[in-house]
């Protein structure tokens, strides 16, 4: 199992920018492709982001194409989330979450959270308008 702590969610106007930071424990991260997800009141959680263990491959989901970037530091046990240009739609609690499956099983990033094992605690993201 993989302990994993998010930062950085916050207050922001429409137009601005946060970036989120999820830790990691253990000695493996490098092991696991890491996805972004989204949940805001009322609604399903959905995906945002993933990037593969070497971060040699990332996945957006449409809405936040080109405003979002995904990123990790494998030597810091990190993934990333830059936020950019915010809108009131974005407004959500944002969790990071680890894929262990082994590489030779599934080698690709996935967008579907049933793929994800252990999942963050979750930091809220306003945008006001």
């Known amino acids: 199992q993989v302990q994993l702590v998010e930062s950085g969610g916050g207050l922001v106007q429409a137009g601005g920018s946060l970036r989120l930071s999820c830790a990691a424990s253990?000695?493996?991260?490098?092991?696991?492709?890491m996805g972004w997800f989204r949940q805001a009141p009322g609604k399903e959680r959905e995906f945002i982001a993933a990037?593969?263990?070497?971060?040699?491959?990332?996945s957006y989901t449409d809405s936040v194409k080109g405003r979002f970037t995904i990123s990790r530091d494998n030597a810091k046990n990190t993934v990333y989330l830059q936020m950019n240009n915010l809108q009131p739609e974005d407004t959500a609690v944002y969790y990071c979450?680890?894929?262990?499956?082994?590489?030779?099983?599934?080698?690709?990033?996935?967008?579907?959270?049933?793929?994800?094992?252990?999942w963050g605690q979750g930091t809220q993201v306003t945008v006001s308008s």
């Open positions: 253990g000695r493996t991260f490098s092991n696991y492709n």
């Open positions: 990037i593969s263990r070497s971060g040699g491959s990332t």
């Open positions: 979450a680890a894929d262990r499956a082994p590489i030779w099983s599934r080698p690709s990033v996935k967008a579907t959270k049933d793929y994800y094992d252990d």
